[in-house]
């Protein structure tokens, strides 16, 4: 019963995971971060900060996995919004 958890868990992670990266690419691509929300972003990197801990004392492969490269996703898409200002 565990494996087929784990196989439901990589791939709700591909999905969830995969569903931000177009974000992530249209800010870098268009350098315009102006409709991101900062207060969310920072919300969204703690809330995904606490699911990648929990995921660790879980010992969820399929948990530390998404929620590690979210992270990667959240602090590009805070560094596009420090960076690319609004002229």
């Known amino acids: 019963m565990d494996k087929y958890t784990e196989i439901i868990g990589f791939v709700a992670a591909f999905l969830t995971t995969a569903a931000f990266l177009p974000q992530v ?3 870098w691509k268009t350098k315009d971060a102006s409709s991101l ?3 969310m972003l920072i919300l969204f990197f703690v809330g995904v900060l ?3 801990v929990y995921g660790t004392l879980k010992e969820s492969p399929s948990m ?3 929620n590690a490269i979210t992270i990667v996703s959240g ?3 805070i560094y596009f919004k420090l960076t690319y200002k609004q002229k």
């Open 50 to 52: 606490a699911w990648l």
């Open 37 to 39: 929300s900062m207060p």
């Open 25 to 27: 690419y249209k800010t």
């Open 75 to 77: 602090c590009l898409l």
């Open 64 to 66: 530390i996995f998404a």
